[in-house]
């Protein structure tokens, strides 16, 4: 949304004046009565640290002070403690005694380098900008000291929480899933109320605390309000964010003392009204331009410090292993421009996880021949000369004493290993299409325009926004400091209409939860895409739509991760219809057996692995997306959709209800027998498993059971996918069918949608003080 006028269609969808509830995004509080008396304890669940245990969260903790102390001391210890004209040699030293030889006399010891205590200590307090350093040091150091003893606090209470009013003991956490926990939490709210508001806790509204302002940034994200674009000379759009901008965003909008939020649960009542929208702008202009100002004039302490802190962090790893630079990561903008509404971080972790190798092979599908031919040149050479070296080092170790002689042999190392990740793999196989197809099954987004250009550069460039090399992840935070304040006086500033807008307009008060983002209901409604299987069912103009599908696709992705949560009116109107459309189209697909009879093809194509039973039902989908020697002109534009329908409508109609599952669109294996389904039984699985995987069924149903709801997922995303591309043809085929238009990729722009021009209102103020009727907020639980 580049500018004021994408937002003229944006209403009020509910404004309330009252204050909310006094929840927690992240606490809930519990007053139980018993032997212990009253007390009061807070859950913040985290998968991992609730995993690892108290101890293990408190040395985190602890180990965070030290370390920020260690950087502190040690450095200043190397400005200021260390002769280091004696420890190159520049200076002679001459030791004396009887019982050194003349060679040992003139030789350098460590403690000669080193300067005497007080030598040090004057060579500190005579210098000013040192003292000046430590002095911030140590007031940042305090303020993280009482932060700490805060959170310590904190998880002392959460443990106890966990303890006596969940009867979950700290040595079993590690074997309660996240369900699990929550069911207890459900169940208390019952039994103890520990929300006064709602008699009744669904799992929606303990995400909606938990994820309030990670939804409302992922709903950003996914408007395009963030993150900044820059242009950049010679590498056009370029997104930038780093841990520094996102912090400050947060500053700004959620948890700051000026922030748009006069509590953790609730925005301030005057971002809630049109009235005063201009002057709300301005003021958040200011705000937005004094953090900018800070940022600027903190920017030599901040960069000081990340600067120390990748040095220390990294120099031994790229010394140990040059080419871990040239490895892959998900960047930040990545990991919130493919998160789910309601997506807790494991949730997303585990997502992104799977999805890393298939998206590491489609990056190092794409190698330029003319690099590659000059790699294996400079690899040549320089290892040519290495290996000399190594010789004689061998023959006569006296050679190692030579001047820079080690040098040589570590820079050669470097060069090598550097220069062989531009050389290509000789058997790997060249499948664009697929590889994109399979990454997608994983991180469940893409841009429209990516499919069937997956062999393009362009499409390689922005998948490279969203999972990018090691060494530009390090040299974007160490750049943050210097960049940050730039964005926030010169972009951030001119969006604040926008912002305020946007807060406006999505913010939705439910009650015992507080003030949410609009968008994390999940309400087809309101927010849903006909190209996305809601039409008919949506009410929402063009820009109230989630982009990308965003609403649908969460919505399943919650629906199948917490199957015993009841969807609203609307949401179960539009899984009745996704199920009955996977089933007209499994009617014209291939036989789930023919499917799996060529899972075995594509997984020697796609993976490195023996596969497991979900990844086999993954496999025998993407058989159908463009192997290399099929002729495409003999398959359906709509092979890859109704193979994902075949798959699925075959599961889904083996399904009966047991104990874990309420409903039967899920992938688990039935327990009971059945004639002409493909997982019948268990003894059927075990046959289509291998030997490994029948093993892994018996140590642990559960994590057999993730893992074939996320496989089942993965299904949804292919499908969905596909129908909307199918859709979207015929929208530029009949536009007449919808005034809806799809935007040609800008270069470095991941997709969206947006609406024709309309004919310009007379009076724009006119516009913003009459918006719809309010409607009556609801909990989607």
């Given amino acids: 949304m580049a500018g004021f006028e994408t937002y003229q269609e944006y209403h009020r969808i509910e404004d309330y004046d ?23 304890s807070l859950l913040h669940y985290d998968k991992q640290k609730s995993s690892n245990g108290f101890a293990c969260m408190v040395l985190s903790e602890f180990f965070e002070l030290v370390q920020f102390l260690f950087v502190v001391t040690f450095t200043t210890f190397l400005f200021n403690c260390v002769e280091y004209d004696v420890l190159f040699a520049n200076r002679v030293v001459n030791h004396t005694g009887q019982s050194l030889g003349p060679l040992d006399r003139n030789k350098v010891t460590l403690p000669d380098a080193i300067l005497p205590s007080e030598q040090c200590t004057e060579r500190i307090q005579g210098n000013s900008w040192i003292i000046f350093l430590l002095i911030m040091a140590g007031i940042f150091w305090l303020y993280r000291l009482v932060k700490v003893i805060c959170n310590v606090l904190s998880y002392w209470e959460i443990r106890q929480f966990y303890k006596k009013a969940l009867k979950i003991q700290m040595d079993e956490l590690c074997n309660f899933t996240w369900q699990e926990v929550q069911g207890r939490l459900i169940d208390l709210q019952r039994e103890q109320p520990m929300c006064v508001q709602k008699r009744e806790l669904s799992e929606l509204d303990i995400y909606h605390r938990i994820l309030r302002f990670k939804n409302y940034t992922v709903a950003m994200i996914n408007k395009s309000l963030l993150p900044v674009r820059l242009r950049v000379p010679f590498f056009g759009d370029m997104i930038f964010l780093t841990q520094g901008l996102k912090y400050n965003f947060e500053l700004i909008l959620f948890w700051g003392p000026l922030s748009l939020f006069q509590n953790k649960w609730s925005l301030h009542p005057k971002y809630k009204r049109a009235a005063n929208r201009q ?15 800070v940022n600027l004039l903190l920017c030599p302490f901040v960069l000081v410090w990340q600067v120390l802190y990748a040095f220390f962090s990294y120099a031994e790893v790229i010394k140990r292993e040059p080419g871990s630079l040239g490895a892959r990561r998900w960047s930040l903008f990545g990991r919130l421009y493919l998160r789910h509404f309601n997506e807790l971080d494991h949730e997303l972790q585990g997502r992104l996880g799977r999805g890393y190798k298939p998206a590491a092979k489609y990056m190092n599908a794409f190698v330029s021949p003319l690099l590659a031919v000059l790699a294996k040149n400079v690899a040549f050479f ?29 820079v050669l190392g470097v060069v090598i290993t550097i220069t062989r990740s531009f050389i290509p793999d000789e058997h790997m196989v060249w499948c664009p299409e697929q590889l994109l197809q399979c990454v997608l ?17 362009e499409t390689r460039d922005e ?4 999972f990018q090399y090691k060494a530009v992840f390090i040299l974007e935070e160490l750049l943050s400091p210097i960049i940050t304040p730039f964005i926030l006086i010169f972009h951030l500033r001119s969006k604040s209409l926008e912002i305020i807008d946007f807060f406006r307009n999505f913010t939705v008060d439910v009650a015992g939860v507080g003030d949410i983002c609009s968008f994390a209901q999940m309400d087809i409604r309101r927010h849903g895409n006909p190209q996305w299987m809601s039409e008919g069912q949506t009410e929402a103009s063009v820009y109230q739509q989630a982009e990308n599908g965003k609403t649908e696709l969460s919505l399943m992705h919650f629906t199948i991760k917490n199957p015993r949560w009841q969807p609203p009116q609307e949401s179960s109107v539009f899984i009745s219809h996704l199920k009955e459309k996977v089933h007209q189209d499994a009617q014209t697909g291939p036989s789930p057996h023919l499917l799996l009879s060529e899972a075995p093809l594509c997984t020697s194509l796609l993976s490195d692995e023996s596969a497991t039973a979900p990844d086999n039902l993954l496999a025998s989908v993407l058989a159908h997306s463009g192997l290399p020697g099929r002729n495409r002109r003999f398959i ?14 075959s599961l889904s109609s083996s399904q009966q209800p047991h104990a874990g599952r309420s409903r039967s669109h899920t992938l688990l294996p039935s327990r009971q027998s059945h004639d002409d389904t493909m997982y019948c039984s268990d003894h059927t699985v075990g046959d289509s498993m291998s030997a490994s995987d029948s093993r892994l069924l018996s140590q642990s149903y559960s994590g057999l059971a993730s893992e074939f709801a996320s496989a089942e997922m993965s299904l949804h995303a292919i499908y969905m996918h596909e129908v909307s591309g199918h859709n979207m043809l015929k929208q530029l085929y009949n536009p007449s ?3 809806v238009t799809l935007v040609p990729p800008a270069s470095g722009r991941l997709g969206g949608w947006a609406e ?8 724009e103020e006119e516009i913003n003080t009459n918006p719809v009727p309010n409607e009556s907020s609801r909990g989607s639980s």
């Fill in 18 to 40: 009252e204050d909310s509830p006094p929840g927690e995004e992240d606490l809930l509080i519990h007053v139980p009565e018993g032997r212990g008396g009253h007390y009061c």
């Fill in 279 to 293: 002057e709300l702008a301005k003021q958040l202009g200011r705000i937005i331009l004094l953090t900018g100002l």
């Fill in 382 to 410: 320089s290892g040519s000369v290495l290996a000399v070296l190594i010789a004689l080092t061998v023959y006569d170790e006296d050679v190692l004493t030579v001047q820079h002689i080690l040098t040589a042999i570590t």
């Fill in 441 to 457: 099954a994983h991180i469940h987004y893409m841009p429209d325009h990516w499919k069937g250009n997956a062999n393009k550069s």
């Fill in 463 to 466: 998948m490279a926004q969203l």
């Fill in 636 to 649: 359906p534009a709509s092979s890859t959709a109704s193979a994902a329908a075949s798959v699925l409508a």
């Fill in 737 to 739: 069918a919808q005034t």
């Fill in 756 to 763: 024709e021009e309309e004919e310009e209102h007379a009076d």
